[in-house]
């Protein structure tokens, strides 16, 4: 059922306006054109959707990557012409196409729990290996709501990656036009909080999800819209991600 829902997605998205009653694909279709999103971006992301449908695992970084230049990089780089950039666009797309990934490994390492509960490792098999960690050991922390000591090594591994890319991605908001970076840098900044949260949690994943409250999200979304206006009525915006 799924795949036949992607499938007739798929349809719609590459018809070339055969289905402008659709208001979903016809909102999608005029955005692309009007922004010169590549249609290469939506087949990397339907394809990873597609592969959520039958993959279970990966076995290391390189597969995991190809997963997520799908379901995390092509959203970025989506994203990118809409938000506007002070650079090329081909320039600031490391940046976008980082962020994005960061977003996900963040996910990985906080829906551990969740994801093992759908039959699903979305952390390299061949890493995990090398702290002495399997499927059946994780599913064995899933069942007791512990993190095993191997696990926390894992967990730290993959945590340090997850910063590394933070720290690359956002270097790449001062290529963003003025008036996007607030909202861009709100959301970095929450999501990396996320991470603050698992480490201060000793990486007990599997006993609760850590999450960012309310009243943080609000303040620093808060101030990134007021910047994010400030900075669209004073006219700072340079240069269009279309051009």
Request: glycine share 6%.
């Amino acid at each position: 059922m799924r795949a036949r829902r992607l499938q007739r997605l798929s349809e719609r998205l590459f018809s070339g306006g055969a289905h402008a009653d659709d208001p979903l694909v016809a909102a999608v279709t005029h955005t692309a054109r009007r922004y010169r999103i590549s249609s290469q971006l939506f087949a990397d992301f339907l394809a990873s959707m597609r592969m959520d449908l039958t993959v279970t695992d990966y076995p290391d970084r390189e597969a995991l990557n190809r997963y997520m230049r799908g379901s995390a990089e092509a959203i970025g780089l989506q994203v990118l012409p809409i938000l506007g950039t002070v650079t090329p666009v081909d320039e600031a797309a490391p940046y976008a196409a980082a962020l994005g990934r960061a977003f996900q490994l963040t996910n990985f390492l906080r829906d551990v729990d969740e994801d093992l509960a759908r039959g699903r490792v979305y952390l390299p098999a061949d890493e995990l290996a090398a702290d002495g960690v399997d499927r059946e050991l994780l599913m064995w922390c899933h069942e007791h709501r512990r993190t095993d000591p191997r696990v926390r090594r894992a967990l730290i591994a993959q945590h340090h990656i997850a910063r590394q890319t933070y720290r690359f991605a956002t270097a790449g908001i001062a290529v963003l036009q003025h008036r996007s970076r607030p909202c861009v840098a709100a959301a970095a900044a929450l999501y990396s909080e996320i991470l603050d949260c698992i480490e201060k949690s000793d990486f007990a994943v599997f006993d609760h999800r850590a999450t960012v409250g309310t009243a943080r999200r609000l303040r620093v979304g808060a101030v990134g819209l007021i910047r994010s206006w400030r900075a669209r009525n004073s006219g700072r915006g340079i240069r269009s991600g279309a051009a």
